[in-house]
């Protein structure tokens, strides 16, 4: 059964360094979405991007973060200048044409 | 702003009981809703959802009931298994996007 696939799967890095973070959607799916969920709280949207281009994106979404789809497999998340709040684990989710999304298996980022 | 809430933190149910999970949401733009069950470590895996055009979707053990009136929905799964022990996130999106709101979780345990 084909999978979302997410790497790595615990990233630790310093505060104010740059992180990324990499995902390979389903092969056929169309929209790639980044959520996070910080300890103890509720899963969070970032951002979607559909057709080489941010689509939707959240409040938390700021210009600390990028998206990227580098190639016709990878879609990847960087936070230029991490901070401690950013130590959350990291989803990334793609679907085809519908609003089920199939999630990959996340990347806990610990800043420290 | 809490768009979408689950006020019950747990749930224990005996095995082959019926477990009801409910969900109430404050956005009337939201017209699709799902639900996610996740294990730890683990990214949320769909596993029924409902559009806003309908009151009841059923998929095998589980049922989704909405009450748009009510902004309500609830998930019930009968019989419950040990297996279905997890944390189910009640998740919707609104017309404008694929971008799913999720609840905080209920953390469902099925005992023997």
């Known amino acids: 059964e084909p999978e979302v696939t997410q790497t790595p799967s615990h990233q630790v890095t310093q505060m104010g360094q740059e992180v990324i973070l990499r995902c390979v959607p389903i092969s056929n799916h169309l929209y790639f979405y980044w959520y996070r969920q910080i300890l103890g709280q509720k899963v969070e949207f970032l951002v979607s991007?559909?057709?080489?281009?941010?689509?939707?994106k959240s409040e938390i979404f700021d210009d600390q973060f990028s998206v990227e789809r580098p190639d016709g497999s990878n879609f990847t998340l960087k936070i230029r200048s991490t901070k401690l709040e950013d130590s959350a684990m990291y989803f990334c989710?793609?679907?085809?044409?519908?609003?089920?999304?199939?999630f990959g298996q996340g990347t806990r980022l610990t800043v420290v | 702003d809490q768009q979408v809430k689950q006020n019950s933190p747990s749930l224990s149910v005996q095995e082959g009981r019926i477990s009801i999970l409910n969900c109430d949401y404050t956005?009337?733009?939201?017209?699709?809703f799902l639900w996610y069950k996740k294990y730890p470590a683990e990214g949320p895996t769909f596993l029924i959802s409902?559009?806003?055009?309908?009151d009841k979707n059923e998929d095998g053990r589980f049922t989704v009931f909405l009450n748009k009136s009510a902004k309500h929905l609830s998930l019930h799964i009968v019989p419950s298994q040990p297996g279905d022990s997890a944390v189910y996130f009640c998740a919707a999106s609104a017309i404008s996007g694929y971008a799913l709101n999720f609840g905080k979780g209920t953390s469902l345990l099925v005992t023997p």
């Open positions: 409902i559009s806003s055009i309908k």
């Open positions: 956005n009337s733009m939201f017209d699709y």
């Open positions: 991007f559909y057709n080489n281009e941010i689509s939707e």
């Open positions: 989710a793609s679907n085809r044409d519908s609003h089920e999304a199939f």
